[in-house]
Structures are given as C-alpha cells and as structure tokens.
C-alpha cells in the first residue's frame, strides 16, 4: 500500500495528537518513540524530521494547552459586556492547567526527568496570562472596582506565587492546605487590586468538597 503524504503542518499535528493518545492510554513512562511510530505508521526519519525526541512533542503539548488558554482568557478580556469583576471571577474560577484534560499532563510535568519543561512551562503561563489580567485590572481601575498603579507587575507576582504553590504537585498539602492557601490568595488579590472585601470570594465558594 502506498504511504499517504500529507502537509508538513498536518503530519505534525498527527503526531502531536497521536502521542498525546497514547501518553493518556498507556502513560507518558511507558510510551516510547517506536510505539508513537508504529501507531502513525510512518518512518522513523518522519519523525525525528519533527520532533527530536519524546520530551520535545510533551512541550508541544503544553504549548497548545497554554494557547488554548490564552485565547479563552483574551476573548474573556475582550467581551464588551462583561465588566472587570466579572471577567475576573470567570478566568479565576474556569482557567486552570491541571484542570480537566490538562491534569494528566500536569502529572507528567511533575516528573523529576521534566523539571526543566515543568518551569519553562510555569514561566510561559505567567507571562502571557498575566498581560490578558492586567487589562482587566486596568478596566478596573476605570470602573473604579480596583486601586492597582502597577497592573502587570502586580498580576504576574500574584500569578508566580498561586501558580508555584497551588501547582498541584509540588507542594504535599492536604485538601484543606490548599483551601486555606487559596483563601490566602483571594485575600491579596483583593489587596493588592485596592478592591472592595469579599470581591474575590468567588474563588473560595462551593468549594467544601474539593480543591
């Protein structure tokens, strides 16, 4: 049977997505290069043409889920009928990376051997979610529900800190550790933002069942 040529940007994506399958199906340890291989059905020269290694197609991974992310924070920030605590309470309480589908690859991440990935993943969150928040601070500060001079400077540090210590993997604390962390976390939004008490309670409600 002939082999099907497909365009570099689809044949790409097939393993990307393909991998991706198998590293949920059989787990990332146990997926190697040859069984991505096998299940394209392509040559090995196919492959390293793409992607150099295992690790290489996880970063491409995480890229998407970060990308996917941003574009739902941007069309959040951008929506002309929402006002800023509105947007916020829907990026805080719906935008997570360990949440979901991304969860397993969170796990992944969490791997001794991807400790390099897990922090250029960390800091490639921060710096393109925190822009997407500071213009709804920004927006805040004109409807007067926020107090920030420094929106992106503030916002990136209060995202390093909750992203770091609410990470899911890093950190062995209980459920209500990470309750109580995350209340932490509301607080100084709430203060740091200059917004009004209880503004931020979104992120700690119905939450007696989980973290």
């Not at 097939?14 to 787990?27: H, N, S």
């Not at 690859?105 to 928040?133: G, S």
């Not at 500060?141 to 390093?160: D, H, K, S, W, Y």
């Amino acid at each position: 049977m002939a082999r099907i040529t497909k365009a570099p940007e689809e044949r790409r994506q097939e393993i990307v997505e393909t991998a991706e399958r198998l590293f949920r199906e059989v787990g990332y340890g146990n997926c190697s290069v040859e069984r991505i291989i096998r299940e394209i059905g392509v040559a090995k020269g196919t492959f390293y043409y793409y992607f150099k290694s295992k690790e290489e197609i996880l970063g491409a991974i995480v890229e998407r889920t970060i990308g996917d992310i941003e574009k739902t924070a941007q069309a959040i920030a951008d929506a002309p009928d929402r006002d800023a605590l509105a947007k916020m309470a829907l990026l805080l309480s719906g935008i997570r990376v360990s949440d979901g589908d991304g969860r397993e690859v969170t796990e992944i991440l969490h791997l001794p051997e991807n400790r390099e990935l897990h922090e250029a993943t960390n800091v490639a969150t921060v710096l393109r979610l925190a822009p997407v928040f500071a213009r709804i601070v920004e927006q805040g500060n004109r409807e007067g529900v926020f107090t920030a001079p420094r929106p992106l400077e503030t916002m990136q540090i209060i995202l390093t800190g909750a992203h770091f210590l609410l990470d899911g993997g890093l950190f062995d604390f209980t459920d209500d550790e990470k309750r109580a962390r995350l209340a932490a976390t509301r607080d100084i939004l709430e203060r740091s933002l200059g917004a009004a008490p209880g503004a931020f309670d979104f992120m700690t409600a119905d939450r007696s069942q989980g973290v």
